[in-house]
């Protein structure tokens, strides 16, 4: 079954669109975080970030700065947040990739920050350790 995105994308069901072109679709989210809160999600259905071609990739992006644009110039918020969750322990609901744009004003709350963790230097040292390899390895586990 098509995700629920999919169906915005055929016109099946309403969304507010703020933007289109052949790979992207930019709409409005019916439940915002903040004035303006905007998806930016692929054509394609696709899960997640992983899932995605370069060019996918780089559409995503560059949709994603033309649509924070916009919405910096029509609503002046004082920052923006740009959020992408991958995977259900990560917070995704909506397996079909999107990206939130989340306008912000001084004070609004409207998106929580994370409690900061702590890690010794040597800890540092063997996961960037352990990262490097795996990126030589084209990202592979």
Do not use: C
Request: charged share 15%; net charge negative.
């Amino acid at each position: 079954m098509a995700s629920i995105f999919s169906r915005i994308i055929s016109g099946e069901i309403p969304a507010a669109k703020v933007y289109e072109d052949a790979l992207t679709f930019a709409f409005l989210d019916i439940n915002p975080a903040s004035r303006g809160h905007t998806l930016v999600i692929t054509k394609a259905e696709l899960s997640g970030l992983l899932d995605l071609s370069p060019e996918l990739v780089s559409a995503v992006a560059l949709t994603t700065q033309t649509v924070a644009r916009a919405l910096t110039a029509a609503l002046k918020p004082d920052g923006f947040n740009i959020i992408q969750n991958n995977g259900a322990a990560a917070g995704q609901v909506v397996f079909h990739y999107h990206v939130h744009i989340i306008p912000r004003w001084e004070g609004d709350r409207a998106v929580g920050t994370w409690k900061p963790g702590s890690i010794t230097p040597a800890e540092l040292h063997d996961l960037a350790t352990l990262i490097t390899a795996a990126v030589g390895q084209g990202g592979a586990a």
